[in-house]
């Protein structure tokens, strides 16, 4: 049976939410497998809007959710998120809800420094969410993390934590910011535990058994492949592997079992944080979107940038993760522009390039290179089949097509779960 992978193919808010659970309806299992809580998926069922972020979006289905040790888990913030949708009527526990004991846990020095140095930047600010992520993805990589199996290890917590905090407070310190006392951190780890155990497993041994029972699994990314620490827009990435492969290494699956990688790209493109954003609008055009598109990031609540499609950047995010389907999201938001621009490169002084550079200077310093097309006055709206799109939409979408050298999966027409066409369902073999 197959399986799908759903990643961002910009710098995420794509809208992968409302994908996911759709997808989630047709799975067995929902698997997150990196990132944290820097996410924000909103989902909306009827009348009920529910925000995620750790949480996989499976749960708004009732399915199987699972996340994976590649994902950092602020252990406050999952029970305070748990709490929320339990508040919404939604079920949680250990039997629908499972975690890898091997994954890594976000403590409050983590928030505490990404905030620090932030505010050390000044005005080469990354523009992170404050959450505490990067600081948590370096102790594991630094191998001084604390783990979720150490919870049930209140000795390997204890001395875990001396070598922690050595290290963050030392930093936090020479940034002006207040330390940690051990004992207060290890009285509230010890007092989380008991919370937390019982969702604890090895859950490669889980996705193992679903897979040879023939599940459908559905994997489900976080942010977006633009903010890939390797191939996104360094520095101004977010500090994991965004790209589908990362849901093999970091659920405990091999590669094949990934299944179908579905991308997933606004008709027109936003960016929260700093960083490069050549397709950039910053005129009156570019509030329309972040108005009609109601463009506030779902974590911070900061306005996104909003700027024209990017297609040489999304043909660069198909390539480096394998997307095999795309998935265009919001196209309702251009009803109604006389005129839409595609950004098929970038000039950078006398040279014209097909992708964006990996070099600082020449990613500030690429212009884009844009393409016209004749927008649509009749609305896109809540469309469900492709015949009902206005034929200028039509145009617009198969000349992504051909720019970003991959197909149209889906598409989406507003935020409702069934308001989507599909040219292909993922899932099918
Ligand atoms: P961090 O992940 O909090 O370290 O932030 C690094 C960069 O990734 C910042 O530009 C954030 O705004 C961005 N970022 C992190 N998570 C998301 C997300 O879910 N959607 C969009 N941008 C994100």
Not at 90 to 100: C, E, G, K, N
Not at 107 to 113: D, I
Not at 161 to 172: C, F, G, I, S, V
Not at 190 to 196: F, Q, R, T
């Amino acid at each position: 049976m197959a399986n799908v992978a759903v990643i961002g193919a910009q710098w995420g808010d794509e809208g992968k939410g409302k994908v996911v659970d759709w997808l989630a309806s047709r799975a067995d299992v929902v698997v997150r497998y990196q990132g944290g809580h820097n996410a924000g998926h909103t989902l909306v069922v009827g009348n009920e809007t529910y925000k995620l972020s750790l949480l996989p979006s499976g749960l708004v289905r009732g399915k199987l959710c699972v996340i994976g040790n590649g994902v950092v888990i602020d252990p406050e913030a999952l029970l305070a998120e748990i709490a929320r949708v339990r508040a919404q009527g939604l079920s949680v526990s250990p039997d629908t809800l499972r975690i890898a004991d091997n994954a890594v846990l976000i403590l409050p020095m983590h928030g505490a420094l990404d905030r620090a140095r932030e505010e050390a930047r000044g005005d080469r600010k990354i523009g992170t969410t404050g959450r505490g992520i990067g600081p948590a993805y370096e102790d594991k990589v630094a191998r001084r993390a604390i783990r979720v199996c150490d919870l049930a290890e209140p000795e390997t917590l204890d001395a875990k934590l001396d070598e922690l905090l050595r290290h963050h407070n030392t930093l936090l310190a020479s940034l002006g910011a207040p330390t940690f006392d051990k004992q207060t951190v290890l009285a509230r780890l010890l007092a989380l535990a008991p919370e937390i155990l019982p969702y604890v497993e090895p859950v490669w041994e889980r996705l193992d058994t679903l897979r040879q029972a023939g599940k459908r699994i559905l994997f489900e990314g976080a942010q977006a492949v633009m903010l890939d620490v390797d191939h996104g827009t360094y520095p101004y990435v977010t500090s994991s592997n965004t790209v589908a492969a990362t849901a093999a290494s970091g659920a405990g699956v091999g590669p094949h079992s990934v299944g179908f990688v579905l991308g997933i790209a606004k008709a027109y493109a936003t960016r929260v944080g700093s960083g490069p954003f050549p397709s950039e609008l910053h005129d009156d055009i570019g509030k329309g979107l972040g108005e009609r598109g109601h463009e506030f990031g779902t974590v911070t609540g900061r306005p996104r940038r909003c700027g024209w499609f990017d297609a040489a950047m999304v043909r660069q995010a198909i390539k480096v993760s394998g997307i095999q389907g795309l998935v265009v999201t919001k196209l309702d938001v251009l009803d109604g522009l006389k005129e839409l621009k595609l950004c098929t490169g970038y000039r950078i002084g006398d040279k014209v390039v097909k992708h964006l550079p990996a070099g600082m200077a020449a990613q500030a310093a690429a212009e884009p290179i844009f393409e016209t097309m004749a927008g649509w006055t009749t609305s896109s709206r809540s469309m469900r089949t492709w015949a009902e799109l206005p034929p200028a939409a039509i145009a617009y979408l198969r000349r992504i097509e051909e720019l970003v050298e991959a197909p149209i999966a889906l598409v989406s027409t507003s935020p409702e779960r069934d308001d989507t066409i599909v040219v292909r369902d993922p899932f099918a073999d």
